[in-house]
Structure formats: C-alpha cells, structure tokens
C-alpha cells in the first residue's frame, strides 16, 4: 500500500481543493514546493504529535506552523493553513501534502516507487533505471535508493503496487520454491 493510500478522507479533499486551485491558478510548481516544505516540518515527530493533539491551541498551532513555514509559501498554501486553523482541522496537515503530490503526479504522468539494493547506487545508474523503466510504462519515473544488504545483489523496484524482484535474494527464493514444487514421484 503506498503512502497516498493512507491519506484520510478530510486530507484528500484538502488536497484536491488546493490542487484544481492551483492548477487553475497556475500555481502548481509553488505549492507543491509548499507541500514539499510542509511535509517536512510535519515528519519531526514532535511537532507531528503536536499537531494532531487536540488538547493544543489551535492559535497556537497556526503560529508555530507560521514561524516554521515563514513567510515562503505561496499565498495559496498560506489560505490552506488558515483554513484548517479556522476549521480545527489541523490534525489533517500531515496527510494532506502526501495526498496533494500523488495528484501532481497523476497530473504529470509521474509514477513514484523506490529502488532496493544491497549496494549504493551511483546517480547514472539511478538514471538509468528511471529512464528505462519510463519508456517501458510511458511515463515520468521517479525511484527513491533504499539500501538493503541482506538483498546479496540485484535490485527489487516497487512502483505502485506492482514489485519487479531482480535480486538474489528473489532469484534463489523462486529457484527453492521450483525444487519444493518439483513432483518426483513414487517408485
């Protein structure tokens, strides 16, 4: 399941209200820069927790979000956050910018995933499987590195929900599973 799946319902229409305003606006590039930003200060944990506890100001909560943002985001992005202040929906900022880049995505014929190996990968060779994993499925690829060590070698590319398993670790498991399924018969 990727992370956009997990956007709840209140995120989504957020999410999809800024965009068609944005896209409209021709805005798009800002506020995603915005949602970029805001995905940030929303992944420390401190100020996540903070964020989703109802028992904090929510004034309080608008202000530290302002003095954390500053004042960089595009107005658009800045109407969103008085919104939700206003709205005591807050809870919801940490969803909202995951849901609003599967939209840009969508929109620009992105498809993200992530590219494991055992090993580091060099920027060509990232680029590589971008561009050819792009020309296979007519679109816009873009793959975050994980390393991994016990993978052996090879790489395992999940985009979506569909997993391409080219490492050793994949090719031995699918060879004992062959032998486990071989049926040799009684003498």
């Not at 302002?66 to 008085?82: F, M, Y």
């Not at 929906?89 to 940490?94: D, I, S, T, V």
């Not at 929109?107 to 994993?133: D, F, I, M, P």
């Not at 499925?137 to 873009?142: F, K, T």
Request: a positive charge; hydrophobic letters at 40%; glycine letters at 8%.
């Amino acid at each position: 399941m990727s992370k956009q799946d997990h956007a709840g319902g209140a995120a989504q229409r957020y999410a999809k209200a800024l965009f068609e305003v944005a896209l409209e606006k021709q805005a798009l590039e800002a506020v995603a820069q915005d949602m970029e930003l805001l995905a940030q200060v929303c992944s420390d944990p401190e100020v996540g927790a903070w964020l989703t506890d109802p028992r904090a100001d929510e004034n309080r909560k608008a202000e530290i979000l302002q003095q954390q943002l500053g004042d960089k985001v595009h107005p658009l992005s800045g109407n969103l956050l008085r919104v939700l202040a206003r709205r005591k929906r807050q809870a919801a900022l940490g969803q909202i910018p995951v849901a609003f880049q599967a939209m840009v995505d969508r929109h620009q014929n992105r498809l993200r995933g992530t590219v494991e190996t055992a090993v580091a990968l060099s920027a060509e060779q990232k680029s590589g499987l971008e561009s050819s994993l792009g020309s296979r499925l007519q679109r816009d690829v873009c793959l975050e590195v994980q390393e991994d060590p016990q993978l052996l070698g090879g790489v395992r590319i999940t985009l979506g929900s569909t997993r391409f398993d080219g490492t050793v670790r994949g090719r031995l498991e699918r060879l004992r599973q062959r032998l486990v399924d071989v049926d040799l018969g009684t003498r």
